[in-house]
């Protein structure tokens, strides 16, 4: 069983900046795939950014060039640094992770880019 924990969400401005973490319960966490997905009011969830155990990335197309996804493998943690923040970044961002067909979500964590 993982439990992931998000923070980092707040209120910015346009063309601002945000981190988001996720922090993870568990063991073998650098064996799992995970990433950062988002949901807007009205709107399917959708994946943001994903990270595997090997480092590789991926992202969405919306967001490439702006955000970077990490993890630190040492402290359960993966990252989502956000910059050049649109207005239409605007949804809760989720943490995910992913290992032997069994899928964890966190509570998600509110991103609004509002001036």
């Known amino acids: 069983q993982v439990q992931l924990v998000e923070s980092g969400g707040g209120l910015v401005q346009p063309g601002g900046s945000l981190r988001l973490s996720c922090v993870a319960s568990g063991s073998a966490f650098s064996l799992y795939a995970t990433g950062w997905y988002r949901q807007a009011p009205g709107r399917q969830r959708e994946l943001v950014a994903g990270?595997?155990?090997?480092?590789?990335?991926d992202y969405a197309d919306s967001v490439k060039g702006r955000f970077t996804i990490s993890r630190d493998n040492a402290k359960n943690t993966v990252y989502l640094q956000m910059n050049s923040l649109k207005p239409e970044d605007t949804a809760v961002y989720y943490c995910?992770?992913?290992?032997?067909?069994?899928?964890?979500w966190g509570q998600g964590t509110q991103v609004t880019v509002s001036s």
């Open positions: 995910h992770a992913y290992r032997r067909s069994r899928a964890y």
């Open positions: 990270i595997i155990s090997d480092g590789s990335t």
